[in-house]
């Protein structure tokens, strides 16, 4: 049986222990560990330049470590190198998030925290998430499991993706028609991979259609969203993002103070990751071992 070789950036802090495979941490800047490495894997965002680093030493796969790959996206792919992206590892941790912000801004945990701090006692209602009617962009991976936890708090969900379809969640709307249901929504919660298409999507047209006090989340990428609209709005609206435009947001930005709720792009940032992205990167190394395609392979 062939020995593989595996590289993992730091972030990735697991041991495989599987028999013939040799890991090691490699950043991908330093010197390589060995000659040869079969599979490389990158830091959370890859960078355009571990195409050619990672083709340097002969590897058959670059797995990225992120879901989205528009970091790399567009960039000459060495021929012999395969590219796959963490579908699988990321979607139940960003799902997590998301309710987490979406609860905080709609049972005005904010508030509640503050009265605490100045040593208040702060009876108040709120609308809250039962029953409220939330508006879903992005109906992919993350997107299914944000709808999977949304649905016990009894929410009108309305999902949105580029074209109208129907799955085993019941109907998808076209994102055409989101215009149109923007006064009645309570939140809209934005989760789409960034291309030339979504760049920009939440913007002033969108949130100059949401009703006063609603919640919007950009859970996505930070240029996804129009910053200087969210600023716009921000006194009408209750902004929560996990990433931002510029990210990381400078000190000082104003978002900081608009915003309900800025999360440092922490979407990812939980020590679930560890572990799927191992079951992830083991049945790569299967795949390899037995001449099988990779999983999660990306194009462009």
Do not use: C
Request: proline share 6%; charged share 25%; glycine share 8%.
């Amino acid at each position: 049986m062939k020995n593989i070789t595996v590289s993992l950036a730091p972030q990735w802090h697991f041991d495989l222990d599987l028999p013939e495979v040799s890991q090691y941490t490699w950043n991908l800047k330093d010197p390589a560990p060995v000659q040869h490495l079969d599979i490389v894997v990158s830091h959370i965002l890859a960078r355009p330049s571990d195409l050619e680093v990672a083709a340097s030493v002969g590897a058959s796969l670059l797995q990225l470590g992120s879901i989205g790959y528009e970091t790399v996206q567009g960039h000459p792919v060495p021929a012999g190198l395969a590219v796959a992206n963490g579908k699988g590892v990321y979607e139940d941790i960003t799902a997590e998030l998301t309710v987490a912000n979406l609860l905080y801004a709609m049972r005005d945990l904010k508030r509640a925290a503050a009265s605490q701090a100045d040593g208040k006692w702060d009876y108040f209602r709120v609308k809250g998430l039962t029953d409220a009617r939330v508006g879903l962009v992005g109906v992919g991976g993350v997107g299914r499991e944000i709808t999977k936890r949304l649905l016990p708090f009894q929410v009108d969900l309305l999902r949105f993706a580029t074209r109208a379809r129907t799955d085993d969640f019941g109907e998808v709307h076209e994102l055409a028609d989101l215009e149109k249901y923007l006064p009645s929504l309570d939140a809209l919660i934005v989760v789409v991979p960034l291309t030339d298409s979504t760049r920009g999507l939440l913007g002033e047209k969108i949130l100059a259609g949401l009703p006063d006090g609603a919640t919007v989340l950009n859970m996505a990428r930070g240029e996804v969203a129009d910053t200087e609209a969210l600023l716009r709005h921000a006194s009408r609206l209750k902004i929560v993002a996990d990433v931002t435009d510029p990210e990381p947001l400078p000190e000082g930005h104003p978002l900081f103070a608009a915003a309900e709720l800025i999360t440092a792009h922490i979407g990812g940032a939980s020590e679930g990751r560890q572990p799927r992205m191992k079951a992830l990167l083991t049945r790569q190394i299967e795949a390899l071992r037995a001449g099988k395609p990779f999983e999660n392979l990306v194009t462009w």
